[in-house]
């Protein structure tokens, strides 16, 4: 076992049946035979004019095939008990901690012009991303700021600079 030199180990397979077909017994083809009947015999309902044709598990909204009408009514509830708990989550996450807040569309000339002037920046310097280090922490610290006053002015708090 590993500290000594060792032999590999052969085991020699003997195939008593050199055939190059596959062998298929009766009862095999029996049972493929009745799968295949049991599958043409369900039933797919045909959709009205106003309904989709739909896959045989769709629970998103509600259509299943036969047996599965009560998988279907759970799966309905349980997603619209799932959105009902979304919503709710929601409300309460907006409450405590305010609404979102979008300021890049109030300063999205201010980026856009940062944005190229770092681009241009990388272009101008292939291969030399540290030469661009000033113009990247100035887009950072736009944006940092930016960020920083949406927060603050949306819990109405202001800074000693803006008193």
Request: charged share 25%; hydrophobic share 35%.
């Amino acid at each position: 076992m590993g500290a000594r030199n060792s032999t590999p180990q052969t085991a020699h397979i003997i195939n008593p049946v050199r055939a190059s077909a596959i062998h298929v017994t009766p009862s095999v083809i029996s049972r493929l035979e009745s799968a295949k009947q049991q599958i043409s015999e369900v039933a797919v309902p045909t959709p009205t004019k106003d309904e989709q044709i739909h896959c045989a598990r769709c629970c998103t909204c509600g259509y299943f095939k036969g047996k599965d009408k009560e998988a279907s009514l759970l799966a309905m509830k349980s997603n619209e008990l799932q959105e009902a708990q979304y919503v709710k989550t929601l409300e309460k996450l907006e409450a405590m901690l305010g609404k979102p807040v979008r300021f890049a569309e109030v300063h999205n000339k201010n980026l856009k012009k940062l944005e190229h002037k770092l681009i241009k920046c990388y272009a101008d310097n292939p291969r030399k991303p540290l030469h661009c280090s000033d113009a990247a922490k100035e887009y950072h610290n736009f944006v940092f700021k930016q960020q920083f006053d949406a927060i603050l002015s949306a819990k109405n708090i202001t800074t000693q600079n803006k008193q």
